[in-house]
């Protein structure tokens, strides 16, 4: 069956060719321009944005701006903390950087937007964090809500973009706006294919924040970067996305969170394995663990699991539903693959996909199905492109 599979895997790999980005010093993100920010921020309050990607170069980008003389009032935390060491779904508390003595705000917690009293002052927000190019990657709705937060007050929001590390392709249903929520918020497919500065441009243009409102929005774009690249991340972007495979895999994993399958949260090498108690294919076997700043209490903690080992691939196709279907159907009683069909609803951005699994519609019907949505989106995605296409 593993040679089977691998057939599979190659015979996908085959349609599928990306191009690198050529050496790590061609790409210089916007954060290392400073000659390009700097003189803006002079004299300015500043409000930060940023976690433990936020480098230049070697520096934070916090220690960096206050080694140049910037005003950095205060620092925003997201998701997984200011220093990207915890876990996911763990609610962050409001507290002081014990190296700056800079006040830390918490927009992972009881609230996810900025209020009046946290952005008085300020004159400017920088956002600067290494996303992953999918909609249910929550550093781009607080982003959002950031930019929202920076209208209302009459901040300037400044994005300071970094590559897309699968932003050299499309995939996904369009969100159906009725199913809005912190980990959806625009009407864009699951692998968008934009970097942040683009997409914070598609957000304002198309008047997505409350009411139609538009922040005063500034980009500063990375050199030497296209969507045609295959841009392997330097730093990785939060606890569970530990390497290069993981990242390019999680597009295709993430839908197993809201099954009873497990695609390695508790292990050492999430985002690259997919199993479960009882699993007849025995390629590999693992045991999730609690591991702090990690994953807490992960699924089937402490319970002997056995599925498939992605470890060894090389590369990744594009999104893939197959994974997927192909774990569904190895149990008897559907209803026991679900863990909740809300998660699916809201991970996917599509009512019909719950459906459509449990009926055995095949994996290219079900993406025949978004190829319209799609279109049209990719259609609105050219107007605020700021780096060549991958087409």
Same mark, same amino acid.
């Given at each position: ?23 790590? *010093? ?18 300015? *309050?500043?409000?930060? &944005? ?18 140049? =003389? ?32 800079? /006040? ?16 008085? =002052? ?20 607080? &982003?959002?809500? &950031? ?15 970094? /590559? #897309? ?11 159906? &706006? ?25 957000? #304002?243009?198309?008047?997505?924040? #409350? ?70 294919? @025995?390629?590999?076997?693992?045991? /999730? ?8 209490? /992960? ?11 992605? @470890? ?20 008897? #009683? ?14 996917? =951005?599509? @009512? ?30 050219? @107007? ?8």
């Amino acid at each position: 069956m593993k040679q089977v599979f691998q057939f599979f895997i190659f015979s996908i790999m085959l349609l599928w060719i990306n191009t690198a980005c050529g050496s790590d *010093k061609s790409i210089i993100v916007a954060a290392e321009q400073p000659n390009e920010y700097l003189h803006l921020l002079v004299g300015k *309050k500043v409000g930060l &944005m940023v976690n433990h990607t936020s480098m230049v170069d070697s520096v934070h980008l916090l220690d960096f701006l206050l080694s140049q =003389g910037v005003m950095v009032d205060k620092v925003f935390a997201v998701e997984h903390g200011f220093r990207g060491d915890a876990a996911d779904g763990e609610l962050i508390d409001h507290s002081i950087d014990h190296t700056t003595g800079i /006040p830390i705000v918490s927009l992972y917690g009881s609230e996810k937007k900025a209020n009046k009293n946290q952005m008085q =002052g300020l004159d400017i927000v920088i956002f600067d964090m290494q996303d992953v190019g999918c909609r249910f990657y929550t550093y781009i709705s607080s &982003m959002h809500y &950031m930019m929202e937060a920076c209208a209302e007050n009459d901040i300037s929001f400044f994005v300071f973009d970094r /590559p #897309n590390p699968n932003g050299d392709y499309i995939a996904g249903p369009v969100l159906d &706006m009725e199913l809005k929520s912190f980990v959806g918020m625009h009407p864009i497919p699951i692998v968008h294919g934009c970097t942040v500065g683009e997409l914070a441009q598609m957000i #304002n243009g198309e008047n997505w924040l #409350n009411d139609g409102i538009q922040c005063d929005l500034k980009v500063f774009k990375v050199k030497n970067y296209t969507h045609s690249c295959l841009y392997k991340l330097p730093i990785n972007p939060s606890p569970n996305l530990p390497n290069h495979l993981s990242v390019r895999l999680y597009p295709s994993l993430c839908f197993f969170e809201a099954t009873n399958v497990s695609i390695g949260r508790g292990t050492k090498f999430p985002f690259q394995v997919i199993g479960y108690p009882g699993s007849p294919v @025995k390629e590999i076997s693992f045991t /999730p663990k609690s591991i702090p700043g990690m994953s807490n209490n /992960p699924l089937h903690e402490n319970i002997l699991c056995h599925g498939i080992d992605l @470890k060894d691939l090389n590369e990744v196709p594009p999104f893939t539903l197959e994974f997927f279907i192909r774990f569904f159907n190895y149990f008897e #009683n559907h209803d026991d693959f679900w863990k909740s069909r809300r998660w699916i609803d809201l991970l996917s =951005g599509d @009512k019909n996909f719950y459906q459509q699994i449990n009926s055995g519609i095949d994996a290219q019907s079900i993406k025949a199905a978004w190829e319209n949505g799609i279109q049209k989106y990719k259609h609105t995605r050219k @107007k605020y492109l700021l780096y060549p296409d991958f087409e």
